[in-house]
């Protein structure tokens, strides 16, 4: 069992049966009352975003996800996966996926995350290639700091870029805050 002393950054506790992962915390300790952990914590099967209050004396049950390769196939009424090992094909709303998604493109594979046998998130690489779709020419001069320009990528992300990078550029991309890393 968990208490709040464990809950981190990152942690995947359960909570009236339903799998939360912890995006921020904050421990509070005020006179003579009892400690408290404030959250911010995201519903792995909804994607909903909640701030919630935990008192000292709560305990939660950790949540153990399977994790499986799947390749992602195409975007219908849901984001289409399939198992890359037995060729079986999930379904996941576009709710879940609408963030990943920038960062993926067809026939990629990556890691899919389940709960009691259902998909329920996307664990994306820390990094990624993707191509330069459109790059506006950029004019040189006139700054006083290091000149970026608005690139936009074959998944239709649009990334700050130095200004020497062109259309047709491969870059590798970081998929926790969507920044250009360096031309691969």
């Not at 990152?10 to 408290?36: N, T």
């Not at 609408?98 to 664990?123: C, M, R, T, V």
């Amino acid at each position: 069992m968990l208490s709040i002393n464990d809950l981190k950054t990152g942690i995947i506790f359960e909570d009236l049966c339903e799998p939360w992962q912890v995006l921020e915390y904050q421990h509070s300790k005020m006179g003579r009352g009892g400690a408290v952990l404030r959250t911010k914590i995201k519903n792995l099967k909804t994607g909903a975003i909640l701030n919630r209050t935990f008192q000292s004396s709560e305990k939660f049950k950790e949540v153990k996800l399977e994790r499986k390769k799947a390749q992602y196939l195409y975007e219908d009424s849901g984001s289409i996966f399939m198992d890359t090992s037995n060729y079986e094909q999930f379904i996941l709303p576009t709710e879940i996926t609408k963030d990943a998604l920038k960062y993926i493109k067809e026939g990629d594979e990556i890691q899919l995350a389940f709960f009691d046998g259902k998909p329920i998130s996307i664990d994306l690489p820390i990094k990624v290639k993707l191509r330069v779709s459109e790059a506006a020419k950029a004019d040189k001069g006139n700054t006083a700091t290091a000149a970026t320009k608005q690139v936009v990528l074959e998944t239709g992300l649009s990334v700050n870029t130095p200004l020497f990078i062109k259309e047709g550029d491969l870059l590798v991309i970081d998929t926790r805050d969507g920044s250009y890393v360096e031309r691969a």
